[in-house]
């Protein structure tokens, strides 16, 4: 009857250690995974402020410390891309929006950044691509319209580029940078008047409300030029 009873106590204590070491290690994990969630976005935090500052090579070690934390976070690889993106090297930042966009397949910011990347890498078929992918998401993305009729003017396709410049003021006829661009597109088309046309509409914008001073200075100056041939 003894032995009985010892036995029963024996496989009590088991299970009570079985379960405490159970929970040890719940615990464990729990405390575990929240703190490299917190370390993860600590980096992520001090990465953009320090992009932010312009501290591009301290920036990218930030963003790298919270990719190893958390190989698949979105925030940590779009940062890599932005800082690489700055530092013109196209190849690295174009690997790291990929991979940002293969995280979050529909990051409209992701993608347009992908698509200046290979823009400037000259890749301008993969940057229409992208572009394009851009609109699918989001259809107002004046950016990308105003980037694609840039490629098609380096590409002599005035009329196409003409046309996406005009998508970009159907959606907002305030952004500025397109008048610059149509009035260039007009110059390289020989067409001095409508080319003055559109800078006057800087100056008149500027009236109206601000517009960076660069802008304001380059509409001038195209105008000066174009009345005075």
Avoid: C
């Avoid at 993106?85 to 293969?102: N, P, S, T, Y």
């Avoid at 490629?151 to 397109?178: S, T």
């Avoid at 559109?198 to 009236?207: D, V």
């Amino acid at each position: 009857m003894k032995d009985k009873n010892w036995k029963y106590i024996l496989v009590i204590i088991t299970s009570a250690v079985i379960l405490v070491i159970g929970i040890l290690l719940i615990i464990q994990f729990i405390g575990q995974f929240i703190g490299s969630s917190g370390s993860y976005k600590k980096y992520v935090t001090q990465g953009r402020e320090l992009f932010n500052e312009g501290k591009w090579g301290l920036a990218i070690r930030e963003f790298e410390m919270a990719s190893k934390i958390k190989p698949d976070g979105y925030e940590a690889h779009f940062g890599l891309g932005t800082t690489y993106l700055k530092q013109r090297k196209l190849k690295l930042g174009i690997d790291e929006f990929l991979k940002a966009v293969e995280i979050d397949p529909n990051a409209v910011e992701a993608y347009y950044s992908l698509g200046v990347a290979f823009q400037r890498d000259r890749n301008v078929e993969r940057a229409l691509e992208v572009y394009k992918k851009v609109l699918s998401i989001e259809p107002e993305s004046f950016q990308a319209y105003n980037n694609i009729g840039g490629i098609y003017v380096v590409q002599k396709d005035y009329g196409k580029a003409i046309e996406n410049f005009q998508r970009v003021l159907k959606i907002n006829p305030d952004y500025h940078q397109v008048y610059l661009n149509i009035g260039r597109t007009y110059e390289l088309q020989g067409d001095s008047l409508r080319a003055v046309e559109e800078y006057k509409k800087i100056i008149e914008l500027a009236s109206k409300g601000p517009v960076p001073e660069i802008i304001i200075e380059a509409a001038k100056k195209r105008i000066a030029f174009l009345e005075t041939k």
